[in-house]
């Protein structure tokens, strides 16, 4: 009773059989391009002139062309997956990088309390001895916490640093509170190379005062025999998680903010 009627009706399928594999296989790529390009050829020669037929180095060039376009469909697969296998490889090294301090560009620092009296600056020095030297380097530098200091005292900046592209005789870091004021500058007469650097301040003002917990910015002044020198501002940031986006790797530094691989300047 046409179509409706024989929707309905069973089938067995075990009398159909499989498929024949042309059914199940579609030519793609260079199977496609090199059937296009013999068609096209064939019938180049079926209408050609027979006053003036094809010559042989004119065959031979146009096979050499096809051959030319199968090497480089040969080549862009190749280069795929290589490509692929890059993209997965530097996501596995990216969530290594989750729970470790990164440096990333920025100008902010933290200025926070010690918890127990703990230092929370770098892991490569967590040493919180009281009988080691706890007095806070009174340029850029480390800070020693004592477990018997003051509130006040007992605080520590959050790592900060620049990048210099070229070499560096004068540098000056000036460091702003949250209103703009100027808290302290610290000036440095010795030669920078070409590098990513890091600072932990010693949370003083230039007078020497403890200065309020809180954030603050900074600015960084370089020089190389008068001449102005660009550098790139670094602030600190701690890895919480890796997500993928656009087949790279991407690492959430906390507070809605996202940064690539290439954005990282220095792991800690």
């Known amino acids: 009773m ?3 009627a024989s929707m309905n009706e069973p089938t067995d ?5 499989e498929a024949p594999s042309s059914y199940h296989t579609k030519k793609g790529g260079s199977d496609d391009i090199k059937g296009n390009f013999l068609t096209l050829l064939i019938t180049q020669m079926q209408n050609q002139d027979p006053t ?22 040969t080549l862009n697969k190749t280069v795929n997956t290589i490509v692929g296998q890059i993209d997965q490889s530097q996501a596995l090294r990216a969530t290594s990088l989750v729970n470790h301090m990164v440096m990333i560009a920025g100008n902010e620092i933290s200025v926070d309390k010690i918890n127990n009296g703990e230092n929370a600056g770098s892991d490569t020095d967590k040493d919180t001895d009281t009988d080691k030297d706890t007095t806070p380097d009174t340029k850029l530098g480390k800070l020693r916490a004592s477990t018997d200091a003051t509130d006040n005292e007992n605080i520590f900046s959050s790592a900060f640093g620049f990048e210099s592209f070229s070499p560096i005789d004068t540098l000056t870091v000036n460091i702003t ?3 703009g004021a100027k ?5 440095m007469n ?10 932990f301040w010693d949370c003083t003002d230039d007078d020497g005062n403890k200065v309020p917990t809180g954030k603050y910015q900074f600015t960084v002044n370089a020089t190389f025999n008068d001449a102005q020198v660009p550098v790139k501002t670094l602030k600190s940031a701690i890895v919480n998680s890796v997500s993928m986006k656009e087949g790279k790797p991407h690492l959430d530094v906390g507070l809605g903010v996202i940064v690539s691989l290439d954005e990282i300047r220095k792991v800690f």
Do not use: C, W
């Open 2 to 4: 046409g179509i409706s």
């Open 13 to 17: 399928n075990t009398i159909i059989g």
């Open 183 to 187: 808290v302290r500058t610290i000036e």
């Open 177 to 179: 509170d949250s209103s």
């Open 52 to 73: 003036n037929p094809m010559q042989n180095n004119e065959l031979t060039s146009q096979l050499a062309q096809i051959s030319t376009v199968e090497g480089i469909e």
């Open 190 to 199: 010795s030669k920078i190379l070409p590098d990513v650097y890091h600072f």
